[in-house]
Nanobody, 114 residues
Framework: VQLQASGGGLVQAGGSLRLSCAAS????????MGWWRQPPGKQREFVASITAGDTTAYTDSVKGRFTISRGNARNTMILQMNSLKADDTAHYYC?????????WGQGTLVTVSS
């Protein structure tokens, strides 16, 4: 399984960005897809996830601002990020858990200027 993340960039505080992640390869129906991020000098942290049944979860700091969803294409995932803050600056990684295996994308950089 290979993951390709895209959509990062530089945005002013209060702005929006849309991240996409496309997974290729054999993925089971019981897949969980999610986003993690790693701020500069900090550990990687959970952001949001979505199950095969479309159950979503978010870390508290992004609730009400970020929305995770499945894309129109099979095995794609979207993270819509609104009302961005400087604290959202990080490398964002997509993650897929399938059949007990974990796969990570290469990361996309989001920089929010204050």
């Amino acid at each position: 399984v290979q993951l390709q993340a895209s959509g990062g960039g530089l945005v002013q505080a209060g702005g929006s960005l849309r991240l996409s992640c496309a997974a290729s390869g054999t993925i089971s129906n019981g897949v969980v897809m999610g986003w993690w991020r790693q701020p500069p000098g900090k550990q990687r942290e959970f952001v949001a996830s979505i199950t095969a049944g479309d159950t979503t979860a978010y870390t508290d700091s992004v609730k009400g601002r970020f929305t995770i969803s499945r894309g129109n294409a099979r095995n794609t995932m979207i993270l819509q990020m609104n009302s961005l803050k400087a604290d959202d600056t990080a490398h964002y990684y997509c993650k897929v858990t399938s059949d007990g295996k974990v796969y990570w994308g290469q990361g996309t950089l989001v920089t929010v200027s204050s």
